[in-house]
């Protein structure tokens, strides 16, 4: 079975620039999850999807958005990038909402020059 | 809002020795759960091990366990026997229990475990 699958791997922008993040949960999984990873504040959660729905929104601003598909590949954006924004993403998928077992993927790692 | 604290950035064990990893927690609801993550170089998240708070039993996956005080807000990990794939970074994650509530993961800061050999 595969794992959750974030694309792309790396990624390098400019300020001001968009980018789109994809990714793909366990196959049969409906919930996905967002979390931004830096040095200095550590992991935070971004928002949660399940079934095309937004659940959950962090307290992140405006410029950070997202949705989920209907086969609940999900894909998050930001739009005029910071250099604040530079950061690793990581995606995580569970079966259905309530369920303890979150997987990870291995992340996105976006850096804004 | 719920928080998770990590009093301990790095920590170094020898191989085949025990090590403990601290976390203190802080919130108000009754029902909830905790987990222990490790993040390897490889950047991958992967769960080690969960507490639901219901439980008075510690949890226990063969060489980790915890050490899960609900009046102290205590959720401590255990690692028996440390062996070098033991060694990344360690995070303590809390997440609320509440009927149809948020998948959201508060994470620690944490804990970075070295393994010498």
């Known amino acids: 079975k595969a794992g959750v699958t974030q694309t792309p791997r790396y990624l390098i922008k400019t300020r001001g620039q968009q980018v789109t993040l994809s990714c793909s949960p366990i196959?049969?999984?409906?919930?996905v999850s967002w979390y931004q990873q830096t040095p200095g504040q550590g992991l935070q959660f971004l928002f949660e999807?399940?079934?095309?729905?937004?659940?959950n929104k962090g307290n992140f601003p405006g410029r950070f958005s997202g949705r989920q598909f209907s086969n609940s590949r999900s894909e998050m954006n930001v739009s005029t990038l910071e250099l604040g924004d530079s950061a690793l993403y990581l995606c995580?998928?569970?079966?259905?909402?309530?369920?303890?077992?979150?997987?990870f993927g291995q992340g996105t790692r976006l850096t804004v020059v | 809002a719920q928080t998770v604290t990590q009093s301990q950035p790095e920590m170094s064990v020898q191989e085949a020795e025990t090590v403990t990893l601290s976390c203190t927690y802080d919130?108000?609801?009754?029902?909830?759960?905790l987990f222990w993550y490790k993040q390897p170089p490889s950047r991958q998240m992967i769960l080690v091990i969960r507490q639901e708070a219901y439980k008075q039993q510690n949890a226990t996956e063969n060489r980790f366990s915890v050490n899960f005080q609900k009046a102290a807000k205590s959720f401590s990990l255990k690692i028996s026997d440390s062996q070098l794939g033991d060694a990344a970074m360690y995070f303590c994650?809390?997440?609320?229990?509440?009927?149809?509530?948020?998948?959201?993961?508060?994470f620690g800061k944490g804990t970075k475990l070295t393994v010498n050999p």
């Open positions: 994650a809390y997440r609320s229990g509440r009927q149809g509530g948020s998948e959201k993961l508060v």
């Open positions: 999807y399940f079934s095309e729905t937004q659940r």
């Open positions: 995580a998928s569970s079966s259905w909402v309530g369920n303890t077992e979150a997987f």
């Open positions: 919130t108000s609801e009754s029902d909830y759960y």
């Open positions: 196959s049969g999984h409906r919930s």
